[in-house]
Nanobody, 119 residues
């Protein structure tokens, strides 16, 4: 199993930047594909970005393409989400999640970190 802890959330003005971190412990994080999800009040949880276990494949939601970058440092067992040009609609609780490559779903989740973007 793997345990995930997010950090880096906070309050930022529109147009600003934040970098979220997802630190993994337990089983080696490079075993897992990792994703960032977010959930805003009253809305369903949505996938924001995904990264393969080697880091050579990434995918983004259309709403964040060109503004967010997902990356990972397997030596540090950490996955990052660099968020630039933030908008008020990016306000949400952000979660990182991990899954084994053959799994159809993300089985391991962090506790979430709040991101609030003021206009």
């Amino acid at each position: 199993q793997v345990q995930l802890v997010e950090s880096g959330g906070g309050l930022v003005q529109a147009g600003g930047s934040l970098r979220l971190s997802c630190a993994a412990s337990g089983r080696t994080s490079s075993t897992y594909h990792v994703a960032w999800f977010r959930q805003a009040p009253g809305k369903e949880r949505e996938s924001v970005a995904t990264i393969s276990r080697s880091g050579d494949s990434t995918n983004y939601a259309d709403s964040v393409k060109g503004r967010f970058t997902i990356s990972r440092d397997n030596a540090k067992n950490t996955v990052y989400l660099q968020m630039n040009m933030l908008k008020p609609e990016d306000t949400a609780v952000y979660y990182c999640a991990a899954k084994l490559p053959w799994s159809g779903r993300y089985d391991y989740w962090g506790q979430g970190t709040q991101v609030t973007v003021s206009s």
